[in-house]
Nanobody, 122 residues
C-alpha cells in the first residue's frame, strides 16, 4: 500500500507559478511510476504529466507542455509539479497518482492522493 499526500496548491494570478509536491509513503517509491492528474469543475479527470523512475523520462499532456515540469526525488519519496505561466483553464483539483511499473499511462493507477486545489484568477 502506498499513501500519497499532495501539497502546494493555492490561488495564483494568471501568468504566475506554483509548485505542487506529492509525498509518498514506503521505501519502494523508486519502483513506482508517478503521475499528476487534474479535474476541473464539471469535467472528467485528465492526465497532466507522468514520470518513470528516472527524471530523464517525462511525459506531458499537450495542454501543459512547455509550462509544467514534473520531477522526482526518490531519496525523499517525493514527486513535484512545477507549474509556470498558469492560465485560468488550469484551475482544477490536482491529484497525485502512482502505479507499479515502468510505462506511463493515462489511466489505471493504483494509488491516489486526496487532491489539492489550484485556482488561477484572470
Amino acid at each position: 500500500q502506498v499513501q500519497l499526500v499532495e501539497s502546494g496548491g493555492g490561488l495564483v494570478q494568471a501568468g504566475g507559478s506554483l509548485r505542487l509536491s506529492c509525498a509518498a509513503s514506503g521505501r519502494t517509491f523508486s519502483n513506482y511510476l508517478m503521475a499528476w492528474f487534474r479535474q476541473a469543475p464539471g469535467k472528467e479527470r485528465e492526465f497532466v504529466s507522468g514520470i518513470v523512475r528516472s527524471d530523464v523520462y517525462t511525459y506531458y499532456a499537450d495542454s501543459v507542455k512547455g509550462r509544467f515540469t514534473i520531477s522526482r526525488d526518490n531519496a525523499k519519496n517525493t514527486v513535484y509539479l512545477q507549474m509556470n505561466s498558469l492560465k485560468p483553464e488550469d484551475t482544477a483539483v490536482y491529484y497525485c497518482a502512482a502505479k507499479y511499473g515502468s510505462v506511463v499511462t493515462t489511466a489505471n493507477y493504483d494509488y491516489w492522493g486526496q487532491g489539492t486545489q489550484v485556482t488561477v484568477s484572470s
